[in-house]
């Protein structure tokens, strides 16, 4: 069963997910895998081919696929949602993917007049705010720099804050504690050894992993 998750596949096996992050993670790389796939089959210049077969798997998704609950364990159920952010993403590059964007927001309005759903119609006014959000330069605050640290880390403070719950829960367990401060103090502890594991593993980990993966990467092609 460990193999399993270790590998993302314990859905898929028919393993019940250990936790509801672990569930995630696997659909988040299926999701990401099945992008890297298309972006490698459909790799050209112009990149039309490839946001119109995106577009029309995000329809496909959110018309028929998204509708199957027995589905969940697959990426093409949540493309839906994912694919609208994609096309949001790619509508800056150039005029015809914006159209393809608009174009398959439309489509997705329909598909909640067909069948309404909360995550899609969320997905939906998120994504087309992305588009229609007006450029500028941000103009940076204390308070505004903080955010975007705390932002940048939540990815893995998703991944990790389930370990620190389970350890501060056995700390409640094992000490005898029934005050309800003492409760409200522990819990506000746990939430900050979360944020601070999250933030000190994407910037002393992640960051460092990325570049230095980038930089592996760019010395095999050039050899």
Aim: proline share 2%.
């Amino acid at each position: 069963m460990s193999l399993t998750h270790g590998l993302l596949l314990h859905d898929l096996l028919g393993f019940e997910a250990l936790s509801s992050g672990a569930w995630y993670v696997a659909i988040d790389f299926q999701l990401y895998v099945l992008l890297i796939a298309l972006c490698h089959a459909l790799e050209s210049e112009n990149h039309r081919r490839l946001s119109v077969v995106v577009a029309l798997l995000c329809v496909a998704s959110m018309w028929q696929f998204n509708r199957v609950d027995e589905l969940d364990m697959w990426a093409i159920y949540f493309f839906a949602a994912y694919g609208l952010g994609v096309l949001a993403a790619w509508a800056k590059r150039s005029a015809f993917e914006t159209q393809v964007f608009w174009l398959t927001a439309l489509l997705a309005v329909g598909a909640l007049w067909m069948e309404y759903r909360t995550r899609l119609s969320l997905a939906l006014v998120t994504a087309a705010w992305l588009v229609i959000k007006p450029k500028g330069t941000v103009h940076w605050t204390p308070i505004k720099r903080v955010v975007h640290r705390l932002s940048n880390s939540a990815y893995v403070l998703f991944l990790t804050h389930f370990g620190i719950i389970v350890l501060v829960s056995v700390m409640w367990n094992k000490s005898h504690f029934y005050d309800p401060d003492m409760a409200f103090a522990l819990t506000g502890f746990a939430w900050l050894c979360c944020v601070g594991m999250g933030l000190f593993l994407h910037e002393k980990v992640e960051v460092p992993m990325h570049h230095w993966i980038s930089q592996k990467s760019k010395q095999l092609l050039v050899r």
